[in-house]
């Protein structure tokens, strides 16, 4: 799919798995959001508010429109998609293109979990 990011190797057995994809220089949604560089450590990154910015209202559709053309897509397939956050949105151009994808293929916890299982009676 158009907005998926690609894998480069990936392998597993029975206590791990490792997916190596190509390194983008421009980043994730969350570093455009922060402006930060892709290589900069987390604490520089992330840590200081004064550098968050918005997203131009073009750059909302357009993103936005993507994400959900690509989960439209994994939930057609049966592919459950539990990973959403900005740091799991890899900028490619114009583009945007999910990342870890394998999350639920290894069991891994939504990342909201905690959010939602607060509500057991939700179907």
């Given at each position: 799919h158009p907005y998926i990011y690609k894998v480069?190797?990936?392998?597993?057995?029975?206590?791990s798995a490792l997916v190596i994809r190509p390194f983008s220089e421009k980043g994730t949604l969350k570093d455009l959001i922060y402006k930060a560089k892709p290589?900069?450590?987390?604490?520089?990154?992330?840590?200081?508010?004064?550098?968050?910015?918005?997203?131009e209202l073009q750059q909302i559709k357009t993103y936005g429109r993507q994400i959900l053309e690509v989960l439209k897509f994994l939930h057609e397939k049966g592919f459950p998609y539990g990973h959403l956050h900005s740091a799991n949105v890899m900028l490619d151009g114009d583009t945007c293109k999910l990342l870890d994808l394998e999350n639920s293929l290894l069991g891994l916890p939504s990342f909201y979990r905690s959010h939602f299982s607060q509500f057991r009676k939700i179907n």
């Open positions: 480069t190797f990936a392998t597993a057995n029975e206590s290589k900069d450590p987390f604490l520089k990154k992330y840590c200081n508010p004064k550098k968050i910015q918005g997203l």
